[in-house]
């Protein structure tokens, strides 16, 4: 059985793969709890006025 040669190729492509996906999945948090907050922080400031 011979072995395949990978090269360098992949491990930027898996290096890339798991900085999308930190990347994404932080943004999804931030967006989750930003809008809410966004929306307080409205409501808040109407009562004062």
Not at 21 to 48: D, E, N, Q, R, Y
């Amino acid at each position: 059985m011979k072995l395949l040669y990978l090269g360098p190729s992949l491990g930027g492509g898996i290096l890339a793969l798991i900085i999308g996906f930190i990347v994404s999945t932080l943004l999804f948090i931030i967006a989750i709890f930003l809008k809410p907050i966004k929306l307080l922080i409205k409501l808040i400031k109407g009562k004062k006025k």
